[in-house]
């Protein structure tokens, strides 16, 4: 990964009107339509240093921004789009924060609300054809290498399944990865052994097309020498959570993964589709961020102390 003083020179200088313009196109793809009453012409209009599109029908007033990803923001859409630029390679908000000039909040929230329209981008597109399917645990492996017998005992890692479509050439043409619930009470990795089978019918039912596999579908077994694409898929995802952030705690783990998925399948036409994605994806806020449920069954990380035996008072 290049230093942020070469990344830095790559960020390109957006101005607000180019930025604009890629916005209503990603908003109105087929042309301007009125969301009121879907008439096609409109005038603009400024009000209050905020720039309207007032339809030429009703005279419904809507602004660039409304039900995309960047609704409500005071940040110049410049920014947004170089926060977008810059998620191609995947960088925390700490140095979001840091090139593109806004608090650490905000670049966290922008960072967050991309990942967002990450998201709905992946749940309209399951997996199809060929598939790899592995069940891992994240977190297991900082656990092994850096705890005790006795906390390794107590941690429970967060089960994943990742799931890879392959095209004829065995490349992979789609990936996901899912935190999913785990096998009640019971963590066969941190003993050794495979498990996840459960998540990952679970997984199948919901993230395959049709929640059937259709062509062949390999079911792997977790492990670091694994040399199946869905393992190295895997491998590169810890790299990168692990360099870029040093860990992710489960809250958010799923954004992430979802981000690092994106990527991986998007390439060279990430920036596009996530341009697209955000101007046709309704933004969360903060708040729903913040107290964002996973759907997935928390499970604790921190250690806990075995229960004090209770005193019995005689
Ligand atoms: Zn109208």
């Known amino acids: 990964?290049?230093?942020?003083?070469?990344?830095?020179?790559?960020?390109?200088?957006?101005?607000?009107?180019?930025c604009a313009g890629a916005l209503f196109a990603a908003k109105w793809p087929d042309g301007f339509r009125c969301p009121r009453c879907a008439h096609?012409?409109?005038?603009?209009?400024?009000?209050?240093?905020?720039h309207l599109f007032e339809c030429s029908s009703c005279a419904h007033q809507t602004s660039l921004t409304?039900?995309?990803?960047?609704?409500?923001?005071?940040?110049?859409?410049?920014?947004?789009?170089?926060?977008?630029?810059?998620?191609?390679?995947?960088?925390?908000?700490?140095?979001?924060?840091?090139?593109?000039?806004?608090?650490?909040?905000?670049?966290?929230?922008?960072n967050h609300k991309l990942r967002h329209a990450v998201g709905e981008w992946d749940r309209g597109r399951p997996l199809t054809g060929d598939l790899q399917l592995l069940g891992e645990y994240y977190g297991y492996e900082y656990h092994r290498y850096f705890s005790s017998m006795l906390v390794q005992g107590e941690l429970r890692?967060?089960?994943?399944?990742?799931?890879?479509s392959l095209d004829g050439a065995g490349d992979v043409s789609h990936v996901k990865m899912k935190a999913v619930d785990g096998p009640e009470g019971d963590h066969p990795a941190v003993r050794g052994g495979t498990?996840?089978?459960e998540s990952v019918k679970h997984f199948v039912h919901?993230?395959?097309a049709g929640g059937e596999v259709s062509g062949h579908a390999e079911l792997l077994q977790p492990g670091?020498?694994?040399?199946?694409?869905?393992?190295?898929?895997?491998?590169?995802?810890?790299?990168?959570?692990?360099r870029t952030f040093g860990g992710i705690g489960p809250k958010h783990l799923q954004a992430y993964l979802n981000e690092f998925c994106f990527r991986r399948i998007c390439r060279s036409e990430?920036?596009?589709?996530?341009?697209?994605?955000?101007?046709?994806?309704?933004?969360?806020?903060?708040?729903?961020?913040?107290?964002?449920?996973?759907?997935?069954?928390p499970i604790k990380w921190v250690f806990r102390r075995p229960a004090r035996s209770q005193q019995h008072i005689g």
């Open 1 to 18: 990964m290049p230093s942020r003083f070469s990344i830095q020179d790559y960020i390109p200088a957006y101005s607000e009107e180019g």
């Open 40 to 50: 096609p012409h409109y005038y603009k209009v400024s009000s209050r240093g905020r």
């Open 66 to 110: 409304a039900g995309t990803v960047l609704e409500g923001t005071r940040t110049p859409l410049a920014k947004w789009f170089q926060a977008m630029f810059l998620m191609q390679i995947g960088i925390s908000a700490k140095l979001l924060a840091e090139l593109i000039q806004v608090t650490y909040k905000t670049a966290w929230l922008i």
């Open 157 to 164: 890692p967060q089960p994943v399944v990742v799931g890879v």
């Open 195 to 197: 498990g996840g089978e």
């Open 206 to 208: 919901k993230h395959v």
């Open 224 to 242: 670091h020498h694994g040399q199946s694409r869905a393992h190295q898929a895997w491998r590169e995802a810890m790299r990168w959570l692990a």
């Open 270 to 297: 990430a920036l596009t589709e996530l341009i697209a994605s955000c101007g046709s994806t309704k933004t969360i806020t903060y708040r729903e961020l913040v107290g964002a449920r996973s759907g997935v069954r």
